[in-house]
């Protein structure tokens, strides 16, 4: 009896080897796949809700800062690894977005060294130009702050972050264009670099902008960009309508594009504008890199 009980205890574990064999099987497979494939398959929602990560974008993720090595460097080199995080928004024109470039105090600080100083902003006029009939363009307010002004240490500190960010040196920016946006007011599209032919040679050019959302803006406010990605250049545009990529000013973000292509001319789908204040009020930090060191520093 004791042989008969045992076989049939060896038959009943066979049994159960022989149910659960295909499903472990395929769970061990699904897996094996699931391990392959998910950084290929990882969706996830964005702002614009339809993004998905690719395989290379995983790759850039990193969980902490501190993961990053530092390497041995050079005289004016830093002695940490970092990371200033971006979105790049557009490559005609090069256009990057950098969110939480600054925190609120140092936005507030620099509305508040610029409050006192404010003057109607001007223009940079072309051959037979004159500010009457140019009135209209630009309408906002405006002072330019050199960060030796700033004893708060709050401009210097953008600056440099703004050079790491770029990686053009900090005496290549003008002193900071600080400007605030009242209802209805604008900057009609315009280039940030100078066109020789039209404004005459120039000793240096601006290759870069760096602006600086000094504030939440309700209703409009957005800075555009009329011809992004060659769009609307045929349409016989007037300088003056709000279309094409438009960026919504958030506190303490950052908007860095650039006036230049790579071989050294002016890119024509750079052309941009600010759009209308609808409800509230706009302040923004505008920093012009150049070409060449300006000895505002």
């Not at 699931?34 to 964005?46: E, H, N, T």
Request: proline share 5%; with cysteine.
């Amino acid at each position: 009896m004791k042989g008969v009980g045992h076989h049939r205890e060896r038959a009943l574990m066979a049994i159960g080897r022989t149910k659960l064999g295909l499903p472990a099987v395929l769970f061990g497979f699904l897996f094996f796949i699931a391990l392959l494939l998910g950084p290929v398959l990882f969706i996830f929602k964005d702002s614009s809700g339809d993004a998905a990560l690719t395989r290379s974008r995983l790759m850039e993720m990193s969980d902490d800062e501190t993961e990053l090595r530092a390497m041995p460097h050079g005289l004016s080199g830093e002695s940490h690894a970092s990371s200033i995080p971006f979105q790049i928004l557009s490559w005609k024109p090069r256009a990057l977005y950098f969110p939480n470039f600054a925190t609120p105090e140092q936005c507030q600080n620099v509305v508040k060294l610029a409050k006192s100083r404010l003057r109607p902003s001007t223009l940079a006029l072309r051959a037979g130009e004159t500010e009457e009939g140019t009135k209209g363009i630009r309408t906002s307010s405006g002072t330019f702050i050199s960060s030796s002004e700033d004893s708060t240490g709050t401009l210097g500190d953008i600056e440099n972050k703004i050079a790491r960010a770029t990686m053009i040196p900090r005496d290549h920016g003008e002193a900071f264009n600080v400007l605030r946006y009242e209802i209805g007011q604008r900057y009609a599209s315009h280039y940030d670099a100078f066109n020789p032919a039209e404004y005459g040679p120039q000793k240096s050019q601006r290759i870069a902008s760096f602006l600086l959302y000094l504030s939440d803006v309700e209703e409009g406010g957005e800075t555009m960009f009329p011809f992004e990605g060659g769009s609307n250049m045929n349409i016989g545009y007037d300088y003056e309508k709000c279309i094409g990529l438009k960026v919504k000013p958030h506190q303490g973000d950052g908007l860095l594009f650039y006036s230049l292509l790579t071989n050294g001319t002016i890119d024509p789908t750079s052309l941009h504008g600010s759009c209308p204040v609808i409800r509230g009020e706009k302040w923004v930090a505008t920093k012009w890199i150049r070409d060449q060191g300006q000895g505002f520093i």
